[in-house]
């Protein structure tokens, strides 16, 4: 038998092992429609979540998925793990046969995983059913898996699959399959909520009942349970916290809450709750300040966008809109917000909106460096200004990057223009063949010289965009550092047909940061111009390390 390697893994460091952080982002998450990892994806999360410091990663299903088989091959020579154990995901062994001679679970062995997580019937349904065995062989299954497995060197969990429903149906044989587990070495046995179906006090009430009869025939030490919740109620954090606070000590869950169908539990949510909410140290130091980071960096991996408002992580987790919030904040941040975003690696953003009152752009000015607190004139001006352009449909709290030339503009020095915009013009041509291309020609005063430029594209933005950089390239190099990372259209509410008022979001991007600008016009290209001439003098400007701008008036 092949030997667990040596360098995949710790003990867990969190209190000497007696709790654990299980990730299933790489096995169970991606699961969820529309995702799917390279080998060379899986291994970059792998060290996402080791870096973050989690006890156990679940790698997948070496033997039954190609490229799990592959991932693990590789794991052993390119992983080398801080604090987390890997795991290979399988089944116990086959009805009729033994561990030691069943090929899947050989496959797992192989893989040197020094952890196994075996996926067992807890559901007498499922094992009449679906495994069309007794409930006698059942039990042989996991007591012979889990026994080999540790003859083995390896730590074994097992995944009682449709546990909360098998436990409503015959909670004396959903209790004999978790016992005969824990009596057989399991490291731990999991609670499998595998279609989701339970809220919190379900969840209390079946481990609470579990935990009374394992307990009259096993030391107290051994009954480790664990909790694995599906989210189709909406309810998978919530069921995990549950679970742990019944006496759980293990938690499965992934990245994001990615999985099948809703997905999973959001591993990064429980966490910051264990962490924030209920004082258990369950990361090691600095963990949890990077929970927000490694959220994003998996997240695009994954080619997934970030979920803007994901509890903790989100980038509107913290965001304040409404003004009579800001008046609060600016007394004391902890008035409206249930812990302070830096524990987790996030900020407080206050969003300026038709909405705002002074206090919002005080603190919107000062997140940017710009103190306002000194200079009432500019502050009415900015305030009144901010509210004007919202109700024509202008959103400043999805464009920092315009809010702040706006702000710069009303305070002495501002950001300086790299250009001034005499005349543009453009054509778009469709000819016979069906081939469309755009022209635009662009007139400029670039420090005090008119400049004219002309280019192609594959539309007229897209052509604007190429004249303007065209005609700034000779004094702008760094302009081919800017980059349009996304662009957002959308018709404003209220109006209507191809006369509609539109608004425009454009993204950029320097490579190390990201800003967004917005325009707003009748005219679709008149509204982009708005937003892509700002966003390349934003761009233009980022790198200059102009110091903070004073207000008129400021002490």
């Known amino acids: 038998m092949t030997q667990p390697d040596p360098h995949h893994g710790s003990e867990p460091a969190n209190s000497g092992g007696d709790f654990h952080v ?51 091959a590789r794991a052993a020579e390119e992983l080398n793990f801080k604090h987390a ?54 039990l042989a299954m996991i007591a012979d898996s889990v026994r080999t497995g540790r003859e083995q060197d390896r730590q074994v969990f097992i995944d009682c699959e449709h546990f909360f429903d098998g436990f409503r149906q015959d909670p004396e044989y959903a209790a004999l399959v978790v016992r ?82 809703p997905g999973n539990a959001n591993l990064f949510s429980v966490i910051a709750n264990l962490e924030t909410k209920l004082g258990m140290k ?36 913290f965001a304040h809109k409404a003004g009579i919030h800001a008046s609060a904040i600016k007394a004391d941040p902890a008035l409206y917000n249930h812990v302070d975003p830096v524990v987790v690696g996030n900020d407080m953003r206050i969003l300026v909106t038709e909405m705002a009152g002074r206090a919002s752009v005080e603190l919107k000015g000062r997140e940017l460096g710009i103190d306002l607190s000194g200079d009432k004139a500019a502050l009415d001006r900015i305030t009144k200004r901010v509210k004007e352009l919202e109700s024509k449909g202008w959103s400043f709290e999805a464009a920092d990057a315009s809010f702040e030339l706006l702000v710069r503009d009303e305070v002495e020095g501002g950001l300086p ?28 005063d670039v420090d005090g010289e008119r400049v004219i430029a002309t280019a192609q594209g594959n ?28 662009f957002k259209v959308r018709i404003l509410a ?36 708005n937003a892509l001439a700002d966003g390349l003098a934003y761009g233009l400007n980022r790198r200059k390390s102009l ?8 002490p």
Not at 29 to 53: H, I, P, T
Not at 120 to 130: C, G, I, T, Y
């Open 85 to 138: 154990k890997l795991v290979a995901f399988g089944m116990t062994r086959r009805a009729g046969s033994s561990a030691a001679e069943d090929p899947g679970f050989q496959a797992l062995l192989d893989s040197r995983a020094p952890v196994l997580c075996l996926v067992a019937k807890s559901d007498m349904r499922h094992v009449e059913q679906a495994l069309r065995t007794t409930p006698e062989e059942n």
């Open 417 to 444: 223009r790299p250009f001034k915009l005499d005349t543009y013009r453009v054509i778009v041509d469709h000819d016979p063949s069906a081939v469309t291309v755009a022209e635009a020609t662009v007139r400029l």
């Open 494 to 529: 209220g109006s209507k047909g191809t006369d509609a008022v539109t608004r425009v979001l454009v993204s950029m991007s320097d490579g190390e940061s990201e800003w967004t600008t917005v325009g707003v016009a009748p005219n679709l290209i008149e509204a982009s111009w």
């Open 459 to 486: 539309g007229p933005v897209n052509a604007l965009d190429a004249a303007l950089r065209s005609a700034l390239a000779a004094r702008h190099p760094r302009l081919a550092e800017l980059t349009l990372s996304d």
């Open 282 to 317: 369950v990361l090691p130091d600095g963990g949890l300040a990077q929970l927000t980071r490694i959220s994003h960096a998996i997240a695009e991996i994954a080619n997934m966008t970030p979920d803007e408002h994901a509890p903790y992580t989100g980038h509107a987790a």
């Open 22 to 72: 299980f990730d299933t982002t790489l096995r169970d998450g991606a699961q969820m429609e529309g995702l799917r990892y390279s080998v060379a994806d899986k291994l970059a999360v792998a060290e996402l979540l080791d870096e973050l410091g989690v006890d156990y990663i679940e790698g997948g299903w070496p033997g039954a998925i190609p490229s799990d088989t592959e991932f693990f």
């Open 547 to 554: 110091p903070p701008t004073a207000s008129r008036g400021a």
């Open 180 to 261: 005969t587990a824990l009596e057989a070495g399991a490291e731990a046995v999991v609670l499998c909520d595998t279609n989701g179906g339970s809220i919190p006090s379900d969840i209390t009430a079946v481990v609470t009942d579990l935990r009374t009869r394992l307990e009259a025939v096993l030391p107290r030490e051994r009954v480790r349970l664990g909790m694995h919740a599906q989210n189709d109620t909406g309810c998978a954090v919530a069921n995990t916290l549950a679970a742990v606070q019944a006496g759980v000590m293990h938690v499965q869950g992934t990245a994001n809450g990615y999985g099948e169908r």
